[in-house]
């Protein structure tokens, strides 16, 4: 028969009750591993149903719609009036009296011609659809990582409750143990009170966890529209994506030129220069084609011809419009225009700045959350060496009851800070890309492989 080492076997038995005491945390919530959801599930669920970014593609489509009604200006207008009016004539030569009534109808068009100011807001049209555009960018990029966010709050709400109850089992252990050692003498009741105190410090925390986990599970489902969301653990032993590029001035360059917030200055500056062309162009002339058909049918307005007398007129001919002086309005409007495109680009100066800080920060923040992970990992293993030393020596008498409990929650607390530190990682590499700009929603796959099937 094959003898395990003592340490291995508590270690398994550590994970058969963390495993047990998982599956109960899912019964107890109503929440079966069947039913269980992705990160892409959820995130595709969200997308359908959180109102803020609803409201973003309402947005777009609603500047889609806007630009259309600028490109209006570009297109032969044409109109349909009609009238008709009675009259009755009472003069004083009796063959002149009597009634009358006349009827027309008209049918006028114009083209432009040559209207630059027209040409300019159509061109501000379709730049604002892509600022719209951006915005809606943004906005589904902000949705990925508040997906995420929501995704990872609710598995660290579930590990803190797992590592909860798995310390208030190891304490209920720890206070059966002194108080059977207080009963035959080999203890103090000092130890006894100890354990009870830290088995309701326990209590308390395990009420906390189970509040915030509520609380967390609550946040994700009002996200996605959903009742009862249960999101897939990672898959253990978690094996974190290296970052890739490995230099902070790539991520920045690529932020120039990917992130929505630049493009969204960079397009607000060409609004403004293109207001300052048209501002321009309050000097220059107008020219539109234009034509009218009409068809009226009225009194002859001669003696010698009776009765109404229907006229059919055709017209076509050019309308020229040349502004010669405004009042200095149109001056003062270039300089306003001017002061507007100044204050747009440094906007966009602005936005270039804090867009390359924010992924700075980010790289950064990545980078220390990893060595983070790691360090956790090895305080995890040292904080199980520990224990198991300190159990140990309470046993031969060198350790005392404290030891090993303040040696419990030692543990447990850092399996908690490396379960949230590799959420904090996988989080950051997600907003590094959303700061940068590249973000989409195919990058929440290699996070989604990482969870359990």
């Given at each position: 028969?094959?003898?395990?080492?003592p340490?291995?076997g508590?270690?398994?038995?550590?994970g058969?009750?963390?495993?047990?005491l998982?599956a109960?945390i899912?019964?107890?919530?109503?929440?079966?591993?069947v039913?269980?959801?992705?990160?892409?599930?959820?995130?595709?669920?969200?997308?359908?149903?959180?109102?803020?970014?609803?409201s973003?593609?309402?947005?777009?489509?609603?500047s889609?719609?806007?630009?259309?009604?600028?490109?209006?200006?570009?297109?032969?207008?044409?109109?349909?009036?009609?009238?008709?009016?009675?009259?009755?004539?009472?003069?004083?030569?009796?063959?002149l009296?009597?009634?009358?009534?006349?009827q027309n109808?008209?049918?006028?068009a114009?083209q432009?011609?040559?209207?630059?100011a027209?040409?300019?807001?159509?061109?501000?049209?379709?730049?604002?659809?892509?600022?719209?555009k951006?915005?809606?960018?943004?906005?589904?990029?902000?949705?990925?990582?508040?997906?995420?966010?929501?995704?990872?709050?609710?598995?660290?709400a579930?590990?803190?409750?797992?590592?909860?109850?798995?310390?208030?089992?190891?304490?209920?252990e720890?206070?059966?143990?002194?108080?059977?050692n207080f009963?035959?003498?080999?203890?103090?009741?000092?130890d006894?009170?100890?354990?009870?105190?830290?088995?309701?410090?326990t209590t308390?925390?395990?009420?906390?966890?189970?509040?915030?986990?509520r609380?967390?599970?609550?946040?994700l489902?009002?996200l996605?529209?959903?009742?009862?969301?249960?999101?897939?653990?990672?898959?253990?032993?978690?094996?974190?994506?290296?970052?890739?590029?490995?230099?902070?001035q790539?991520?920045v360059?690529?932020?120039?030129?990917?992130?929505?917030?630049?493009?969204?200055?960079?397009?607000?500056?060409?609004?403004?220069?293109?207001?300052?062309?048209?501002?321009e162009?309050?000097?220059?002339?107008?020219?539109?084609?234009?034509?009218?058909?009409q068809?009226?049918?009225?009194?002859?307005g001669?003696?010698?011809?009776?009765g109404?007398?229907?006229n059919?007129?055709?017209?076509?001919?050019?309308q020229?419009?040349?502004?010669?002086?405004?009042?200095?309005?149109?001056?003062?409007?270039?300089?306003?225009?001017?002061?507007?495109?100044?204050?747009a680009?440094?906007?966009?100066?602005a936005?270039?700045?804090?867009?390359?800080?924010?992924t700075r920060?980010?790289y950064?923040?990545v980078?220390?959350g990893?060595?983070?992970?790691?360090?956790?990992?090895?305080?995890?293993?040292?904080?199980?060496?520990?224990?198991?030393?300190?159990k140990?020596?309470?046993?031969?008498?060198?350790?005392?009851?404290?030891?090993?409990?303040?040696?419990?929650?030692?543990?447990?607390?850092?399996?908690?800070?490396?379960?949230?530190?590799?959420?904090?990682?996988?989080?950051?590499?997600?907003?590094?890309?959303?700061?940068?700009?590249?973000?989409t929603?195919?990058?929440?796959?290699?996070?989604?492989?990482?969870?359990?099937?």
């Amino acid at each position: 028969m094959k003898h395990l080492h003592p340490s291995i076997g508590q270690a398994r038995l550590r994970g058969h009750a963390l495993s047990r005491l998982t599956a109960g945390i899912c019964l107890a919530l109503g929440v079966g591993a069947v039913h269980a959801q992705s990160l892409v599930e959820l995130y595709e669920a969200a997308r359908g149903f959180d109102a803020t970014y609803l409201s973003a593609r309402s947005q777009f489509d609603a500047s889609v719609a806007r630009a259309e009604q600028a490109r209006a200006g570009l297109l032969p207008q044409v109109g349909l009036g009609a009238g008709a009016s009675w009259t009755n004539r009472d003069s004083s030569v009796a063959a002149l009296d009597g009634t009358s009534n006349s009827q027309n109808v008209t049918l006028s068009a114009s083209q432009p011609l040559y209207r630059p100011a027209n040409k300019i807001i159509n061109d501000q049209g379709q730049r604002s659809v892509e600022v719209a555009k951006v915005q809606l960018q943004a906005a589904e990029q902000d949705l990925i990582v508040r997906t995420t966010q929501a995704y990872f709050d609710v598995l660290a709400a579930e590990d803190t409750l797992t590592f909860v109850k798995a310390q208030k089992t190891a304490v209920s252990e720890q206070l059966a143990a002194a108080k059977r050692n207080f009963e035959v003498g080999t203890s103090t009741i000092t130890d006894s009170r100890e354990a009870q105190a830290r088995f309701d410090l326990t209590t308390a925390q395990e009420i906390a966890a189970e509040n915030d986990l509520r609380v967390k599970k609550l946040a994700l489902d009002q996200l996605v529209g959903q009742n009862g969301t249960a999101p897939k653990p990672l898959v253990a032993p978690v094996q974190l994506p290296p970052l890739s590029p490995a230099d902070p001035q790539a991520w920045v360059s690529q932020s120039e030129i990917l992130s929505p917030n630049v493009l969204q200055a960079q397009k607000g500056l060409e609004i403004a220069q293109l207001e300052t062309q048209k501002a321009e162009a309050g000097h220059l002339p107008t020219l539109d084609l234009v034509g009218q058909y009409q068809i009226a049918r009225g009194p002859s307005g001669f003696t010698t011809i009776p009765g109404n007398v229907r006229n059919n007129n055709a017209t076509v001919g050019l309308q020229f419009n040349m502004p010669l002086f405004a009042g200095y309005a149109i001056q003062n409007r270039v300089k306003e225009t001017l002061s507007l495109e100044e204050k747009a680009r440094a906007d966009l100066e602005a936005a270039k700045r804090a867009v390359a800080q924010a992924t700075r920060t980010a790289y950064f923040g990545v980078l220390s959350g990893q060595s983070q992970v790691k360090a956790l990992e090895a305080a995890e293993a040292s904080s199980q060496s520990a224990l198991d030393a300190n159990k140990l020596g309470y046993q031969v008498g060198v350790r005392i009851n404290i030891d090993v409990l303040n040696a419990q929650s030692q543990l447990f607390q850092t399996k908690r800070d490396l379960a949230l530190a590799r959420y904090n990682v996988l989080i950051g590499e997600l907003r590094l890309r959303q700061a940068s700009g590249q973000l989409t929603a195919d990058d929440l796959l290699p996070v989604n492989a990482l969870l359990a099937r």
